[in-house]
């Protein structure tokens, strides 16, 4: 007989981004060119001053156990560029090195959340979110957010959602799915609410240089006085420097929370990559002009795909103000059929997509939100344009 899965494993979600990205690959191993607007991943290579780095590392023998939480350099360098982007005062103590931002994620919940507790989640949201919470007991608040609205919480719903279990906000600027960013004024009044409310924060900064022009970028932490007491920072290499298989993210905490999601790391995974760690100091304290290079080609796609996205009957999607994804209103393509195949929901839509076009993107209810599909424009502008002339096709059939 074989073994039983535990019951809160069973109740887990597949990732919906990786499902699509692994359809995707299906068919490309079966020779048919796809259009892939399904993965976050930053198209261009790990800049070069960063391989170097690597390869230095190993060259000098770092190739060892380092200490569970993160080299102390890497530590400082997470440090010395919050304070010089933001002004925030942290020690190294409070930085914990972690195999992605995901992991980070991971470690945060899992210290400060028990059974039972609830955690206000805006929807639309990045797809592990609601699972990590679930992996520790917790119950994730689903709160709907509207378009008309970019997909930004409010305070007062924020207020109307806050119970006696509540323990704590999880906010994404910009966001993923939907590139939406808060302004350091809407930040402040969700802030004046978790402080009057007693909530903890966790803030997941890692587009936070990912940012267009018209738009401001401020870290959570910045806003109150009394903030830094009760927000966790999740940040990382991956989207910045084009780093995703690097798998280096970090968390900045209060000392105590900190100190916890070491000693969990410690038992859970050990170190994280100690040839990544020496890499990603590079990429902190290096030259900076390739993220300012990506950011530039990555508004060009925006442009690119908030224009088309305009030109298509039926389709519509909220400003982008960072991040590189695209979050498609197709609730007008619904209820119809294609191909003598209805299609009623987002699953639908974006199976039949793929089937159909070979183009792969992440339906909307994978994120919390029905009605519609997400796209990513990290790829290039090729791929992109062939992408979105096919879905026209699509949605003219």
Known sequence: MPPTISRIVQALEPSATMAMAAKARELKASGKTVYDLSL??????????ICQAASQA??????????????????????????AAHGLEYSPQQVVV?????HALHNAFTVTLDPGDEVILPAPYWVSYAELIKLTGAIPVIVQTAEENDFKLTPEALTEAVTDKTKMLLLCSPSNPTGSMYSP????????????????????????????????????????????????????????YAMTGWRIGWSMSPANVAKAMGSLQSQQTSNPCSISQYASIAALTGPQQCVDEMLAEFAKRREFITRRVEEIPGLSCPEMGGAFYAFINIKQHLGRKYGGVRVDNSTDWCLELLARKNVAMVMGSAFGTEGYARASFATSMENLAAAMKRIEEFVAE
Do not use: C, W
């Not at 991943?41 to 070069?48: I, K, L, M, R, S």
């Not at 972690?98 to 995901?102: I, R, Y």
């Open 40 to 49: 976050g991943e930053p198209d261009f290579d790990t800049p070069v001053h």
């Open 58 to 83: 190993m060259a000098d023998g770092h190739t060892h156990y380092t200490v569970a939480s993160g080299i102390p350099a890497l530590k400082q360098a997470v440090v010395d560029q919050y304070k």
């Open 98 to 102: 972690t195999n992605g931002a995901k």
């Open 185 to 240: 004024e809407e930040l402040g009044q969700l802030a004046d609410v978790a402080i009057q409310r007693d909530l903890l924060v966790v803030a997941d900064e890692i587009y936070e240089r990912m940012v267009y022009a018209g738009h401001k970028f401020a870290s959570f932490a910045t806003l109150r006085p009394e903030l830094p007491d009760r927000t966790i920072i999740i940040n990382g290499v991956s989207k910045t």
